[in-house]
């Protein structure tokens, strides 16, 4: 690469994120809302409860997110972006954010998943593509992986909350341009 090469792909990236990892982010947000709005709708799940109706669509949707999370996660790897320009506390509490979102934005899920193969329940990527069960049919630690989904879901919503008052806290008060590396 040549001096002018780099030039152009710095400034490219310093404005923001590129466009797949912008997509990517806003499938996620969408995904994510329509996983609270579905799980706080859909009916209690006890044993002999069938996976229909709203429970089905959390199924579909969350195997959505599973790969939507895994692709970001991929593309994140292979494709960083130019970092914020932030102090050093700021750039520490963003660090642990963002550490502690991947987190959750796995583990959630994949419980989930786990409590859906324990009980039996086939978890289809669009509705079409099953992906493996990864607990036994009738395993209490896959049933135990419910009640933890649901527990973890309440952390990941504080930890959107905070990433959404971090980048509110970019805008209004430091009016820097951090928010907008995001935005479209």
């Known amino acids: ?33 329509a996983q609270f709005l579905i799980g706080w709708t859909m009916p209690d ?8 109706g709203l429970i089905a669509w959390h199924l579909g949707v969350g195997a959505t997110l599973i790969a939507a999370v895994a692709l970001r996660i991929v593309w994140r ?5 130019v970092p914020a320009s932030l102090s050093p506390l700021l750039s520490m509490v963003s660090h642990i954010t963002h550490g502690l979102l991947y987190l959750a934005l796995i583990v959630v899920p994949v419980l989930g998943w786990a409590n859906a193969s324990s009980r039996g329940w086939s978890v289809k990527f669009l509705g079409v593509l099953p992906y493996p069960s990864i607990s036994p049919v009738g395993s209490s630690v896959g049933h135990e992986m419910g009640d933890i989904h649901g527990w973890l879901a309440w952390v990941l919503l504080v930890l959107i909350g905070l990433h959404v008052a971090g980048a509110l806290y970019h805008r209004f008060v430091l009016k820097d341009d951090v928010l907008q590396r995001m935005l479209p």
Do not use: C
């Not at 152009?8 to 466009?19: F, I, K, L, N, V």
């Open 77 to 81: 790897v292979t494709h960083r972006p």
């Open 1 to 33: 690469m040549n001096l002018q090469s780099i030039e152009s792909h710095a400034r490219r990236y310093a404005a923001g994120y590129d466009g797949v990892a912008k997509f990517l982010h806003w499938l996620v947000v969408v995904l994510i809302v």
């Open 45 to 52: 799940i006890h044993k002999g409860t069938r996976p229909d």
